[in-house]
């Protein structure tokens, strides 16, 4: 049977104030783009008009600026979670606008099934094709898996935007798999990167699909600015220091599974490390597939993907595609669940590589928030890698803004992840290994390896007035730093002296 076809105008008629929207996608890819883009515009004729539009936004990952950019520049967002990268999402969170709930990208469909967000009145699901079943409709998605099957299970209705700039060819990319809740679950049967344990679609309830809305719009991911010497210098620390390891016997001779995260850094630490004649052929588990792995991919360098979303170019897409039958046979999308699974984190070994904020001199890390207070990002799945990754490694540039900004600091003004968890801070100074180590041999690893040359003096002069005890900390002086900028605009002109009186 076919089911009915909608414009975008139709299907975001369709969303009421106060709806829970649940939504495809992971990272910009994968979600829809046709309804949201008319779902803003209806938010504001409707606030013109005196009446109030607002919908809860529940993803697997961040989303684009068609969705979350727009929809919070029309004041139209409630609530929002996991995770977000947009200017304009961030900027009117920051004004207290938005509730937003940053959590473990891993947490979210257990959480969603949990019943805590309450009921989702709507999932919109972006799809390369589907079959139009009269009981059942098979979903095949575009290039994420997200949170769908647990969207498209849960929710009361059902939106399918037909996205044909896809090749319905994503479909042999994808291992779509949903956990059992407690108390009925089992072990993820993930033994090997390149293991597929589901199917190729989703299964959705017909009943449920109130209609098609067909587009053919590109994805909004862009290409990362290129390499610059502090980045390349960064992924070759990395790449040294595995290789260190590896030649100490620390990681296997086969080595292990890798997870990077998102940015420029982590593209830097993946070239470093396919460029590296020493690093032997690896496989990649992470959360999200960037261009680097692709290319690497085809290379030889890389063995096997596993990701929960393809967030790559267009270009790059469209090569995917076109050569489906390689890259089916290497690169699996799954469910964010299981890409950030700590069962299967663990049990392959996987290497976690993430970018910080900033660091303090015991190894907690910050990666979310600016001098405390203000949203950056978000935690995203760094943590669900972090803890349970056969090594920890979180990247940073030792400065910012042309120097003022110290990224090892004293004490973290917002924390993420705790020492505990942290087992290696590399930046372009270099390397501090925090293994076997308490906190004051980690301290000077830190600011000896990591800091910039022009914070070390300030560094160490802390380590000296700070109150005795296991973990050294001056209550007093421990944020002077943060609060000299915010002040002066520089941490370089911060006096300890003057929160010591």
Do not use: W
């Not at 977000?84 to 900027?91: I, Q």
């Not at 009117?92 to 473990?104: A, K």
């Not at 590896?246 to 940015?263: A, E, N, R, T, Y």
Request: with cysteine; proline share 5%.
């Amino acid at each position: 049977m076919a089911y009915i076809r909608l414009s975008a105008a139709e299907a975001a008629a369709m969303i009421n104030d106060q709806d829970t929207i649940g939504l495809s996608g992971f990272t910009p890819n994968g979600v829809p783009k046709a309804t949201f883009r008319e779902l803003s515009k209806r938010a504001v004729a409707e606030h013109e008009a005196g009446r109030p539009f607002q919908v809860g936004i529940l993803t697997g990952a961040s989303t684009s600026q068609s969705i979350e950019g727009d929809m919070a520049a029309a004041h139209a967002i409630k609530f929002r979670a996991p995770f977000s990268t947009n200017k304009d999402f961030r900027t009117h969170t920051n004004l207290g606008e938005i509730d937003y709930e940053d959590m473990h990208l891993g947490h979210m469909a257990e959480r969603l099934r949990r019943g805590f967000y309450g009921e989702i009145d709507l999932a919109i699901i972006e799809v390369s094709d589907l079959e139009e079943g009269e009981t059942t409709c098979k979903a095949f998605l575009t290039s994420a898996g997200g949170i769908v099957p647990t969207i498209a299970r849960l929710a009361k209705k059902v939106l399918i935007e037909k996205n044909t700039f896809h090749s319905p060819a994503s479909r042999y990319l994808h291992d779509v798999y949903e956990i059992a809740e407690c108390p009925f679950r089992t072990p993820i049967p993930i033994l090997n990167v390149g293991d597929r344990i589901g199917k190729e679609y989703v299964e959705i309830d017909a009943h449920k699909i109130i209609g098609v809305v067909e587009c053919c719009i590109p994805e909004e991911a862009r290409a990362f600015k290129p390499l610059d010497p502090v980045t390349e210098q960064m992924g070759h620390n990395v790449a040294d220091f595995l290789v260190c390891d590896l030649k100490k016997g620390h990681i296997p001779p086969q080595f292990l599974p890798l997870q990077s995260g998102v940015g420029v850094t982590s593209n830097a630490v993946l070239e470093a490390l396919g460029q590296n004649p020493n690093v032997p052929v690896f496989s990649v588990y992470t959360e999200v597939v960037q261009d680097a792995v692709v290319k690497y991919m085809r290379e030889g360098r890389i063995k096997d993907a596993s990701c929960s979303s393809l967030t790559v170019t267009n270009d790059t897409l469209k090569e995917v595609y076109d050569d489906i039958d390689y890259f089916k046979k290497h690169l699996t999308i799954r469910q964010s669940e299981i890409s950030n699974s700590p069962e299967v984190i663990r049990r392959l070994g996987v290497i976690a590589m993430n970018t910080a904020i900033e660091c303090d001199i015991y190894g907690n890390e910050n990666s979310s928030h600016i001098c405390g207070s203000k949203l950056m990002n978000g935690i995203g799945g760094s943590c669900d890698y972090e803890r349970n990754g056969y090594i920890s490694i979180f990247t940073t540039q030792s400065t910012t803004k042309n120097g003022c900004i110290s990224a090892i600091v004293p004490m973290c003004s917002h924390v993420d992840s705790t020492e505990h968890d942290v087992d290696v801070i590399v930046t372009e100074q270099g390397v501090a290994d925090l293994r076997g180590k308490g906190p004051l041999r980690r301290a000077k690893e830190i600011i000896e390896n990591c800091a910039h040359p022009d914070y070390r003096p300030m560094l160490r002069e802390y380590l000296k007035f700070a109150e005795k005890g296991h973990e050294p900390q001056s209550m007093r002086a421990a944020l002077a730093m943060h609060d000299t900028f915010l002040k002066k605009g520089d941490m370089r002109l911060t006096d300890f002296g003057e929160y010591l009186k």
